[in-house]
């Protein structure tokens, strides 16, 4: 069908899209420009689809909405946790500690897959919980990949909660100079854990993986070592992510 005879459902298709496939958020003249809409025209239909849920507004970006994210957290649940499984479950043998995969949803991440060793039993898998980036190091270490203006809804939920949101900026600044966010009692003075965002080649977190044990398997001489692996785990990922986004069977590297 030809763009001049796009019906309403086509154009808001068309910026649900857009907004789904740009690799940072985007601002309205962005959007409008990439499906050929008059500003004014993908200004009153992004009007509709924030109210919806479908598309979110932070400051002057867009990024996906909430109900956007809740249609496709089945899909990533099964064709993302199905191709990580592997790498999860190898990460789990070759460190004996727990891990899980998450994606960022709306405000918060979320956990869709887990491998936990038998002898961390004891330890919550929090399969399906929604995680706030002030308290876990799965949804740190993925805000912390996204630009300043994207985090805002993050940051909303952490300040919510009382948490003094300096500390959090400084937090996040450092996990995105070093790679990895660490969790040490910040949530389970007795749990510990250690995650690493996969990214694309330009820096748009994918999802993120993370080791999770007891907190004295996680000291100065053996925190390097864990590191180590999850770095390794991690590139594998992105590399697998980026030969399937690859167009026509090109292969490209990247992430995190």
Known sequence: MPRSASTAVDKALDLIEAVARADRP???GELAQAVG??????YRVLLDLVRRGWVQRAGEHYLPGAAALQVSRAAATRSLGALCRPVLERLAADTGLMVNLQVLEADRSRVIDVVRPAR???ISDLLGEALPVHRFAG??????QLPDGARAPYLAVAEAAGHPLGEL???????RDTGFAVERGRNDKVVASVSRAVTTVKGTPLCAVTLVGPDT???RQRLPELEKHLAAATAHLAGVLAELAAPDGA???GGR
């Open 120 to 122: 961390l039993a004891m």
């Open 37 to 42: 809409l008059h500003r004014a025209t993908a």
């Open 139 to 144: 949804a740190l270490a993925l805000v912390a």
């Open 169 to 175: 900026r400084a937090d996040l600044d450092r996990v």
């Open 251 to 253: 292969t490209t590297g």
């Open 217 to 219: 398997e996680f000291g």
């Open 26 to 28: 985007q601002r309205l």
